[in-house]
């Protein structure tokens, strides 16, 4: 009987080292599951993909819209540049950044779980201020982009596969409630001396003052995004962009590139990969005419490697893509070929590898402080100098700017005092021209929607047998439409893009 009974127990034991075993081989040791991960981790991650989000495809084809690069090469964003419906309107178009920006709210999303009461980063409110305000940038992203949008029902994996659309009107009043969160926590972290993040937060190594000036930065953008549905919000954004001056801001800027082949910012990546940008003759007569000193950083050529001077020793003037040009927009090729001369050189800002990326720029704040100024009758010369100045100071990463901001926005006096506001938005323009347009693509739908179009676009194609053809919104990505009936049905056949503009900005959706 006992020899039955040890035989029983060995089974046993041998039962359970195997079942033990099995539940360590299944196991993805290399990635665990995300409850496991220290929050503080995790928000490393977080940041670089909102650097990633906001200056990635968004960006790419905004500044394709906006007009301040043009879309070359006989591809997508000749496509873009082309107005074509399949490109501008196509749920595959945005599917890679839908997908990537919800992911990144979900890493968020948990981080946040964990940093509430008897969470694995219970009472570390510095690292849920930055989940909090991050989460903020990332929902704003989405409905700027593409209005209403799952929100309240969405990142509940498969327990919820068809979340609802939540309105435009609902999101930003998450994103205020996620900022005011942030502040008040920033404001706990800093009374009570908390470093619980350090390095592992790649914008600020942890220092919460600089935080708090952030997150009434980033109030101050959406106040400003609102001022067509609020009487009050254009105020309030003047209110908060001067409280981020007195606090210190100095900007969202994302420096981690290592500007290597496989650590470069997004555009270089881009360009590198794909040349499918170039100079646009928009952006170059707004900086011709004003004989802006930032000309031959933002506009540059290239042939064979080099400019080549004349006889008198007089370089070529810089090449550029006339919007809707489908000759100059199929061009593709060698070296001597015109997309050569039209997409990039050496010198060209995008073709930085280790070029920071702005995910709010100082430039920004003061630009919404001389808008709003502009807007009240008030004068904005000084705040849009040290806009200027900050824009000028970033523009010198990549060439010599040679002018001071306080002389060139004197030489700009005629300008402003005939229209402050167009001259403020005109500059926004230019200094977003680098890798912030998708909040150009923002100031021109606002600004059209409050009765006032600062930037003229010229591309004839925007209007197409008496269609507007110039999208007011980006599409819903493709894993929304063909998984979520919810999202399909407010896609429809994807014309919507052409003629309803978001609901911050008029439209009603």
Known sequence: MKKYILLTLAAAALTSCTEDMMDRINQDHGNPPLETVNGKLQITDAIVSTAFNVSGDYAFYSSVYNEQLFGTANNQFKNAEMRQISETAGSTTFNNSWNSVYGNLMNLKVILEKCEEGGLNEGMNDLRGMASLMSALNWGLLTDMHGDIPCSEALGGGSLKQPKLDTQKEVYEKIFGLIDSAIADFETAIAEGQDNVGLQDVLYGGDCEAWLAAAHAVKARYKLHMALRDANAAAEALAEAQAAVAAGFYGMVFTGYEGSDI???????????????????????????????????????????????????????????????????????????????????????????????????????????????AR???????????????????????????????????????????????????????????????????????CKAMGK?????????????????????????????????????????????????????????
């Open 263 to 373: 650590s470069m910012n997004p555009y270089a990546a881009f360009q590198y990969s794909r040349d499918y940008l170039a100079n646009s003759t928009t952006m170059r007569d707004l900086l011709a005419d004003r004989n802006d000193p930032r000309q031959g950083i933002y506009i540059n050529y290239y042939w064979q490697g080099e400019a080549v001077p004349d006889a008198s020793g007089k370089l070529p003037e810089p090449l550029c893509g006339t919007p809707g040009n489908l000759a100059e927009a199929t061009a593709s090729g060698g070296e001597l070929d015109a997309p050569k001369w039209l997409s990039y050189s050496k010198d060209w800002y995008p073709m930085y590898p280790a070029a920071s990326t702005h995910i709010l720029s100082l430039s920004e704040v003061y630009f919404i402080i001389a808008e709003v100024q």
């Open 376 to 446: 009240q009758g008030a004068d904005c010369a000084a705040a849009l100098t040290s806009a200027v100045e900050a824009a000028f100071a970033d523009a010198s990463a990549f060439g010599s700017v040679g002018m001071s901001a306080a002389d060139y926005v004197t030489s700009l006096s005629a300008r402003i005092a005939a229209d402050p506001l167009k001259e403020v938005m005109v500059q926004k323009y230019i200094a977003q021209g680098r890798d912030e347009q998708a909040e150009t693509f923002n100031d021109l739908r606002r």
């Open 453 to 509: 179009v600062c930037v003229e676009m010229t591309n004839p194609l925007n209007t197409q047998s008496g269609q507007n053809r110039l999208p007011l919104r980006m599409p819903y990505g493709n894993s929304g439409v063909s998984s979520n009936v919810n999202v399909r049905q407010a896609y429809g056949d994807g014309m919507y893009v052409f003629t309803d503009p978001v609901w911050i900005f008029g439209g009603d959706r």
